[in-house]
């Protein structure tokens, strides 16, 4: 089946620092890529859909400032947490859709990204 | 916009007995349904999925989810479950015209020995 990476697994920074985390479908070309934010022992809640080469839509409450997602190809989008607070920390998580091939209905997740800010 | 609701937040079982996961959804036009599971410190792996036929969905890991469109459910259920079934289940709608997929709360699995 489709695999969908990240990077880091987990990342430890100090408050008022910026951090990237990276999304990439491996075999497939993810031409719509989705952000969420899971904090523990809650739900996921998405963050920002992005579309390859066009600004992401962000969910009410989600200040697009702050956290900046770059989707700059069809294999790659970043998110980028901007002058980080502890309050950020939480599990991040990307998906992609292909709605290109057969994989049209189905989402696919990465492992997620565990960011603690000290 | 469409909402899912898991009705259990935890559901203890001891291992080889059945069990049930409950999944109602809320949602104006047709949806796509899902499934997925989730381990601790890991992402989400698809179970399975109901995209159109037969409202009997069966997935991976012996477990199989009923669509009943008249009571908008999409309950999870397995006939002897594991240790290893242990984990966070999480019900999900997509309607077919809508570009995101939206979570219920997660129902926390736990077989006991």
């Known amino acids: 089946g489709a695999v969908v990476s990240q990077h880091p697994s987990w990342v430890i920074c100090k408050s008022g620092t910026s951090v990237k985390i990276e999304c990439r479908s491996l075999?497939?070309?993810?031409?719509?890529m989705f952000w969420y934010r899971q904090f523990p022992k809650q739900s996921l809640m998405l963050m920002a859909t992005?579309?390859?080469?066009?600004?992401?839509?962000?969910e009410q409450g989600v200040e697009k400032d702050k956290f900046l997602i770059n989707h700059a190809s069809l294999t790659l989008s970043t998110l980028t947490v901007t002058s980080a607070h502890p309050e950020d920390s939480s599990f991040y998580i990307c998906?992609?859709?292909?709605?290109?091939?057969?994989?049209?209905?189905?989402?696919?997740f990465g492992p997620g990204t565990r960011l603690t800010v000290l | 916009a469409q909402s899912v609701t898991q009705l259990d937040s935890q559901v203890p079982v001891f291992e080889e007995a059945p069990v049930e996961l409950r999944c109602n959804y809320s949602?104006?036009?047709?949806?796509?349904l899902f499934w997925y599971v989730q381990y601790p410190n890991q992402g989400l792996q698809l179970l399975l999925k109901?995209?159109?036929?037969?409202?009997l969905v069966k997935g991976i890991n012996g477990f199989e989810a009923e669509f009943n469109k008249s009571q908008t459910s999409f309950h999870l259920r397995k006939p002897s479950v594991h240790i290893s079934d242990t984990a966070e289940y999480f019900c999900?709608?997509?309607?077919?015209?809508?570009?995101?997929?939206?979570f219920g709360a997660g129902t926390r699995l736990t077989v006991k020995p």
């Open positions: 998906s992609a859709r292909d709605v290109k091939g057969l994989a049209i209905n189905e989402q696919f």
């Open positions: 075999d497939f070309q993810a031409t719509t």
């Open positions: 992005s579309n390859e080469g066009s600004k992401a839509t962000y």
């Open positions: 949602s104006s036009v047709s949806v796509y």
């Open positions: 109901y995209l159109s036929g037969s409202t």
């Open positions: 999900a709608v997509r309607s077919y015209n809508n570009n995101d997929m939206r």
